[in-house]
């Protein structure tokens, strides 16, 4: 608890502790602004769109990484942990040489808004991949096998007998995509441009914040964030019963 309290409650709490300083007034001036407004909104939407095809996406590469079998498998595996291995700065740069100005491969997404997509799905591709696939590995085929035997449709096996046992991990891997979607800084330094209410993401906006002394804001708006994340990692573990007790 000591480790944890230096590493996480003390500095959340400081966080906390310095949005609360100008009172709910200092709240209301940060936050009435414009600009960060337009952040957070981008932040949060391409978050949740990211966390949305990861889930499907992410889930599709574990089933086929345990379940298929296939040249290269071994390669595709290690692959997939490249954007955590990778710097994020680094991986701006990769995307930008691709996805800039005379992209090789003509897809000239730099300082647009789908340029933000991009870099988030790339930095967080590996979480749901990495959650389902233990999960996946563990299961015991024999069950599905009884089920396709009495008659069972696919569609039925994986709704009633594999998505269950998914499910926690789909959630967990799902928040932890989500939070580090909203966080992330690196990787769209280059890539977006950070113009201001079209590409500016809340890292960005808070660094802004920082750099012109305007420290009370800043944690203002990281503890909205932080209340965001919150609120997405409770809602996800909820669901993620509710489908548990359902099938």
Do not use: C, H
């Amino acid at each position: 608890m000591i480790w944890f309290s230096l590493l996480v409650l003390l500095p959340l709490a400081a966080v906390v502790a310095a949005a609360s300083q100008g009172g709910w007034s200092g709240y209301w001036s940060a936050l009435q602004n414009d600009q960060t407004w337009a952040a957070v909104r981008l932040t949060v939407t391409q978050a949740v769109l990211v966390t949305l095809v990861n889930i499907v996406l992410g889930t599709v590469i574990a089933w086929v990484l345990v379940r298929d079998r296939f040249w290269g498998k071994s390669v595709l595996d290690v692959i997939i942990d490249v954007p955590f291995a990778l710097p994020t700065i680094v991986a701006g740069l990769v995307l930008l040489s691709l996805y800039g100005q005379n992209s090789p491969i003509g897809i000239e997404w730099a300082n647009t808004e789908r340029a933000v997509t991009l870099a988030l799905a790339f930095v967080t591709l590996p979480f749901i991949v990495r959650t389902v696939q233990p999960v996946l590995e563990e299961l015991d085929t024999d069950v599905e096998e009884a089920a396709a035997s009495l008659g069972a449709s696919r569609a039925t096996i994986f709704r009633r007998i594999i998505l269950p046992s998914l499910a926690p991990a789909i959630a967990a891997g799902a928040a932890l995509s989500f939070a580090r979607a909203i966080s992330e800084y690196g990787s769209l330094v280059l890539l977006s441009g950070n113009r201001p209410f079209e590409t500016e993401v809340v890292s960005v906006r808070v660094l802004t914040f920082i750099e012109n002394g305007s420290n009370t804001s800043a944690a203002v708006v990281a503890s909205v964030m932080l209340a965001v994340a919150l609120f997405v990692i409770v809602a996800l573990d909820l669901v993620q019963r509710r489908v548990a007790r359902r099938w």
